[in-house]
């Protein structure tokens, strides 16, 4: 295991900017031309389907998840400036927010090495790695409340840091509108991070996928539309997201951007602000991103000052003493002609047992120009060596007179 941890990063890395078309244009590693991200096999093994059927909404036809975040092309947050390609930051990343203390300021490698061995827990927990290819060490598990239920409690482990930030902002909403009811919360993270079906992301204790606010109602996983999503709701939630937490992205189908959008405008939100919230028109990465499959709840992606930076502090300790395993991940490799399983395994560093059984294929016969699931082994990727750094917080200017609600539900 710890060879494992110590060996493989450059082939966690590179397997990262299969991802990222960005880092595999700069990336000196050769880069398989074919593979793109994973996506789970077929439908039955989608989202995380609604537990109770009753409630259930399209979730039958709903596609594979891609919540990698990167399905736009642009750069993981997790591997600009201080990434090993050394790269000067994109123009559109946000200022880095001022320096923050930490926990562990002032501990020596010594200190934190014994802490490992000896007190785990008094570490606090740690984000490990990044949401695609990462784990939680001291993970947190999120507590039904009147915020939110539970839609799958076994994988509902984070941060402290990711269910704070969560509760604050739910509550913003239940202080601004009495008689709110709960959200439904739906996967964070499994126990210990790494994989989770049918995610690629989720695996550092920073994502999360949560209901929308409806009109008629909290469902789980009923496809939004403009007619039943609860804006003021809504809207007021996405707003104490990015005011009060150090919110990484919000994936959102593009079908509701527009509504949203109209939404924010209508109650006197500043159009600079808002405009460099969305995608379009604003000179700094959005915050909210498409992402296909996003059209039945959001996904929030937070930055962990503490938890990250716990986790980079640790990680040689964390290495050493065997604390964290290696994740399993998956590229989608499509076959050429002549390419044979063995080939394909060599290629990835995989076997033919493994993607026979990733792909559920009975021999070894395969076709070209169809694609096949390759796990790979990779490691828990930690390209950091600085301290991590947080973008600055895009608090928004106050609101204007507001314009009467068009599309109020309640107030
Ligand atoms: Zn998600």
Redesign the pocket.
Known sequence: MVSLANVKPRVAALLGCLWLSACASRSSLPAPQTAEPAQPANVADGPRPPKNRAQAANSATEPP?D?SGDSEGEADSDTEATDEHGESEPVSEPTTGASRPHPLDGWSDEKIEQAVETNLTSLGPMSVGTPNAGALVNGVQAKASELYTLVSPGEAWGTQETIDYLNAAVQTVHDEFPDTPPLAL??IGARHGGHLKP?I??QAGR???ISFYYRDGTKWYARGTRENLDFPRLWAFVRAIIAKTDIDLI?LDQGLHGPLKEYALSIGEDPDWVAQIFPGKGSLRPIIRHAPGHDTHL?LRFFNPIAQETARRAYPALVRHKLVSAPEQYVLHKAKKNETLGMIAKKYGSSVRAIREANGLRSNLIHDQVSYRVPVTGGVRILRTERVRIPARRVPPPRKEPVRQSLASTR
Do not use: T
């Open positions: 998840l919540d739906g996967d995610h992301s989720h994502d999360l996928d994936l996904h």
